[in-house]
Each structure stands twice: as structure tokens, then as C-alpha cells.
Nanobody, 122 residues
Framework: QVQLVESGGGLVQAGGSLRLSCVAS????????MYWFRQAEGKEREFVAS????????DYAEAVKGRFTISRDNAKNTLYLQMNSLKPEDTAVYYC???????????????WGQGTQVTVSS
């Protein structure tokens, strides 16, 4: 059974930084495309970033481009999201997700984590 476990969320002031991590219990992690999504209270889940298996290709939502960086360490089965210059509108539950094939904007990856809360105060 595949498990994705996020960590690193918390409360931060506007302008601050956080780094989210997602550890995958997936032997084929290094072949998987990985994603970050977020869902703010009362809003639909939205795409944040994606990365292909080799980290050669990444994509970002316009709202986070230039502030967030997605990366991965295949030796550690871990996905990261470095979030800088955080804004109150970045407040949401952040989810990592994985899929065997890379699509830049895949809204239905096969595997999902349980989410980690990020709260940005003004």
C-alpha cells in the first residue's frame, strides 16, 4: 500500500518561509511524477506544482511562480516544497500526490497524502 506523509506545515508570518516534505513509502518513487496541491477552507482544491521523475521538468501555478520551488530526492523517497515570501492567501491544507505518468497539470493523481496545514498570518 502506498503512503504519502506530509510534514513541515505550521504558522508563519507574511513574508516568511516554510519547507514542506512528503515521504513516500513507494519503491518506485523515483519513477513517479509528484505533485503539490492545496485547499483553502471553503474553496476547491487547486494545483500548486508538479515535478517529473528526474526533476528535469517542473510546473507551477501562476499564484506561486517565483515564490515556491518543488524538488525531490529520489534516494530518500522525499518530495519537497520550499515556500518563500508567503502571503495570507497561501493559507491552506497542502497535499502531496503521486502518479506513474507525468502530466504538468494532473488533477487526479493516483496517490494522495493526508495533508499538512499552512497558516500565514498578516
Amino acid at each position: 500500500q502506498v503512503q504519502l506523509v506530509e510534514s513541515g506545515g505550521g504558522l508563519v508570518q507574511a513574508g516568511g518561509s516554510l519547507r514542506l516534505s512528503c515521504v513516500a513509502s513507494l519503491r518506485t518513487f523515483k519513477t513517479f511524477a509528484m505533485y503539490w496541491f492545496r485547499q483553502a477552507e471553503g474553496k476547491e482544491r487547486e494545483f500548486v506544482a508538479s515535478i517529473n521523475w528526474s526533476a528535469a521538468t517542473a510546473d507551477y501555478a501562476e499564484a506561486v511562480k517565483g515564490r515556491f520551488t518543488i524538488s525531490r530526492d529520489n534516494a530518500k523517497n522525499t518530495l519537497y516544497l520550499q515556500m518563500n515570501s508567503l502571503k495570507p492567501e497561501d493559507t491552506a491544507v497542502y497535499y502531496c500526490a503521486g502518479h506513474p505518468v507525468y502530466y504538468r497539470r494532473n488533477n487526479s493523481p493516483d496517490y494522495w497524502g493526508q495533508g499538512t496545514q499552512v497558516t500565514v498570518s498578516s
